[in-house]
């Protein structure tokens, strides 16, 4: 099979990544701040620490990198409902854009339900919010919060993150970050930004295993964000309320601790490599799909028709074909797609393919030239 579905997950992994989730499960395997300080419990406690301290400076953490600001959560879906259901109250406004993922989307009209006011700021035909267009519609209204994806899983447009960090600035809105599919191949500085919290999974281009994921925290917003999940922590076992204290405020539970060690593993990965070293991989095998793909006639292309300010994720329609049946002869002949709405039918109304969807495939820093080459060879073959 080639795989050509990194916007779901990346694959492969790094082989570093596979060898310390199965070194914990073997040689470790403890839990957290529940055993009696042997020696496995020490290592179990000093991955965790260790990946901590990685994520803060990885992400340009506050507080000179603290890595108690860091909670580890089991996806970016988590670490959104953590955030979002935790802060937004009856009354609140919060402002998002019309590119969302369902990680955002449905939270928020669950959270719509119980009286939380949400204004959806459509973006253009290409998948761009344009600032002018935010900023206008937030100088309109008081919010009380701002959600954004950093870029859509279905077309792969950036958002000028830059710009509406400044903008949430101006006006004072707090303003959360989905990075779902930029971290681990854009640089990100949540405290330079101005971030209040920027979520993360470990799963996609932070080359972690699944089940991982977190948030940074700037500290005085994890103050006004109550816990969604109260439970064992390992820690102030004296008490029947939950911890105020980082990280123990939002970590109940045992968490994945071999994933953690994984992903602690994955970003060291990440740093020996070099983002940039990646970035650059990434946008030239993007430029070689790209080319190939607007030589297909009859497709339709969502997005931008160049690889700036756009990740190499493609999503695209052929006319007369459907792209679910598209999707299944060619995973026949041995390529791994992805059809449909991609949890994402507000993107998908955004860019017009809604509601047949459309066909995506999604280039990694693993993917080989030599693969584009036989996926367009067996697209034609299809067509």
Known sequence: MSYLNNAATTWPKPECVINAVRDFMLKGGANSSRGSN??????????????????????????????????????ITEALNIVLRGFLRSGMSVITSSMEHNAVMRPLRALEKNGVKIEVVNADSEGTLKPQDFESVLKSSKFDLAVISHASNVCGTIQPVDKIADICKKYGVPLVLDTAQTAGVIPLNAKNLGLSALCFTGHKSLMGPQGTGGIIWNPEFARKVEPIITGGTGSYSHLETQPEDMPDKFESGTPNLPGIAGLNAALDWLNETGLKNIADAENDTGEYFLDGLKNIDGLQLTGKKTMSGRLPVF????????????????????????????????????????????????????????????????LKSIL
């Open 38 to 75: 042997s020696e496995r419990d020490m290592k179990t406690m000093n991955i965790i620490l260790d990946c901590r301290i990685k994520l803060a400076e990885f992400f340009g953490g506050w507080d000179n990198f603290n890595p108690f600001l860091v909670t580890f959560t089991s996806n």
């Open 315 to 378: 999503s695209f329609n052929i006319e007369g074909k459907d792209n679910g049946i598209l999707a299944d002869e060619l995973s026949r002949l041995g390529f791994e797609t992805r059809p449909g709405l991609h949890c994402s039918p507000s993107a998908h109304k955004t860019l017009g393919t809604f509601p047949q969807g459309a066909l995506r495939v999604s280039a990694g820093y693993f993917t080989e030239k030599r693969e584009i080459d036989s996926f367009f060879e067996a």
